[in-house]
């Protein structure tokens, strides 16, 4: 059956696995192949020219041994090596959920004081004021965010005389 299989040679014709020693013993009765390779005790050097491996590792006569080669098993545990980076992940990822959720109350804040911003000319209507007064107050409130968040905290039965005042000179709004 190996005969049928490919066979890999060397640019000068030799083949890379003598037919004694194939690579894999596909001729197990288990179905399950395992290997005959020659113990690295035994192997030629690299440097070694291929006739000298040829001659020291290759003996039609000797047996060959069937070596399973198994699994490296998994580490049950974190070696002292791998515990700095873990230690240093969970910092990672600790401080990039506390910027997610600084960006998150951010934007959350930008979008709860565009829709008090436009809501300032709707609350100014409620007030008695000329109209021309409503728009120069809608346009100094929502000027700054400071001014939206005082017009707001203000409570509803002293919003006349705040807005009295800001249109006499007596309080001085924030411009951006």
């Known amino acids: 059956m190996f005969n049928e299989c490919y066979t890999p040679t060397f640019a000068n014709g030799e083949t890379v696995f003598p037919r004694e020693t194939p690579f894999v013993d596909i001729s197990t009765s288990s179905g399950t192949p395992t290997s005959n390779a020659i113990p690295a005790a035994t192997r030629a050097n690299a440097n070694t020219p291929r006739s000298n491996a040829n001659s020291q590792t290759s003996n039609a006569n000797a047996p060959t041994t069937n070596v399973v080669q198994g699994r490296p098993k998994k580490k ?18 600790a401080q990039s959920n506390t910027a997610f959720n600084k960006i998150a109350d951010a934007v959350g804040y930008e979008d709860r004081l565009s829709a008090k911003r436009e809501k300032v000319f709707t609350e100014l209507m409620k007030l008695d ?22 017009f707001y905290g203000i409570p509803e039965n002293y919003k006349q005389a705040w807005v009295e005042a800001v249109l006499s000179g007596q309080i001085k709004l924030k411009t951006t």
């Open 76 to 93: 049950a545990k974190v070696d002292g090596n791998e515990a700095p980076i873990s230690v240093a992940m969970e910092n990672l990822l």
């Open 129 to 150: 004021l000329e109209m021309i007064d409503r728009f120069a107050l809608n346009t100094m409130i929502v000027s700054a965010e400071e001014n939206v968040d005082t």
